[in-house]
């Protein structure tokens, strides 16, 4: 039987939708191409008429992955700059609820160890997700000393993958909320001096209204401490 072209893409779309999400839950390895089609709605044998092996799948589902979640990410934030942006980056990702929700927020937690020995084809999807999330990115960086915008935005990438990663690692909920609170607090404390007037005013509003539409609500800022004086 002859289907159509647009059936083969909605069935490419479905298994696609059913793979990142047992990627999310399982990692690469408890995503068996068997689990993946059943979770469908789809028969084995259909899986190749449409991927050449697995790992072609996590390529593709890799790709798809990361040009949503870049919108989401960097939704509202567009007229945000330096410490402003940074805030509300590290807010939006690093958060109880992205930590809680692995079945239905990001999976880069669940795959990285696996990408450190994926084939080459797989490394180099994810390498082309990660540079285009740098590249949009680091413009609302200005450079500072010792860090380029692009440095900044790889180290902030960096740091929030990881510290999930640990997060969701710990059995303990008090110290995985304790690492991804060090996280913000270390990506914010090598940021430059907030200038007058940055990150306020409607622009920045707006980014916390669309920050509760992506992965998480954006938890409040925490004041600096006063220095004491010396006296």
């Given at each position: 039987?002859?289907?159509?072209?647009?059936?083969?893409?909605?069935?490419?779309?479905?298994?696609?939708?059913?793979?990142?999400?047992?990627?999310?839950?399982?990692?690469?390895?408890?995503?068996?191409?068997?689990?993946?089609m059943?979770?469908?709605?789809?028969?084995?044998?259909?899986?190749?008429?449409?991927?050449?092996?697995?790992?072609?799948?996590?390529?593709?589902?890799?790709?798809?992955?990361?040009?949503?979640?870049?919108?989401?990410?960097?939704?509202?934030?567009?007229?945000?700059?330096?410490?402003?942006?940074?805030?509300?980056?590290?807010?939006?990702?690093?958060?109880?609820?992205?930590?809680?929700?692995?079945?239905?927020?990001?999976?880069?937690?669940s795959?990285?160890?696996?990408?450190?020995?994926?084939?080459?084809?797989?490394?180099?999807?994810?390498?082309?997700?990660l540079?285009?999330?740098?590249?949009?990115?680091?413009?609302?960086?200005?450079?500072?000393e010792?860090?380029?915008?692009?440095?900044?935005?790889?180290?902030?990438?960096?740091?929030?993958?990881?510290?999930?990663?640990l997060?969701?690692?710990?059995?303990s909920?008090?110290?995985?909320?304790?690492?991804?609170?060090?996280?913000?607090?270390?990506?914010?404390?090598?940021?430059?001096?907030?200038?007058?007037?940055?990150?306020?005013?409607?622009?920045?509003?707006?980014?916390?209204?669309?920050?509760?539409?992506?992965?998480?609500?954006?938890?409040?800022?925490?004041?600096?401490?006063?220095?004491?004086?010396?006296?």
């Amino acid at each position: 039987m002859r289907y159509t072209a647009e059936h083969k893409q909605a069935t490419h779309a479905r298994i696609l939708a059913a793979a990142e999400k047992l990627f999310r839950a399982e990692g690469f390895s408890g995503a068996s191409v068997e689990r993946v089609m059943r979770a469908a709605g789809l028969t084995v044998g259909g899986f190749y008429a449409h991927f050449t092996s697995k790992e072609a799948l996590l390529a593709e589902s890799l790709r798809a992955f990361m040009q949503e979640r870049q919108m989401r990410w960097l939704a509202g934030m567009e007229g945000l700059r330096g410490p402003a942006f940074l805030d509300h980056f590290a807010r939006r990702y690093l958060s109880l609820y992205n930590r809680d929700t692995g079945q239905t927020s990001c999976m880069m937690p669940s795959l990285l160890s696996d990408l450190t020995r994926a084939p080459p084809e797989v490394q180099a999807s994810f390498s082309q997700g990660l540079e285009e999330l740098v590249r949009a990115a680091q413009g609302q960086l200005p450079a500072r000393e010792g860090a380029t915008p692009r440095q900044q935005m790889l180290a902030t990438v960096a740091l929030c993958f990881g510290a999930m990663t640990l997060a969701r690692a710990t059995g303990s909920q008090a110290v995985s909320a304790e690492i991804l609170d060090a996280a913000r607090a270390l990506l914010l404390a090598g940021a430059p001096v907030r200038e007058a007037g940055e990150g306020s005013g409607p622009v920045a509003r707006d980014a916390d209204r669309s920050s509760k539409r992506a992965d998480a609500p954006v938890p409040p800022s925490r004041p600096a401490r006063k220095k004491s004086a010396r006296g």
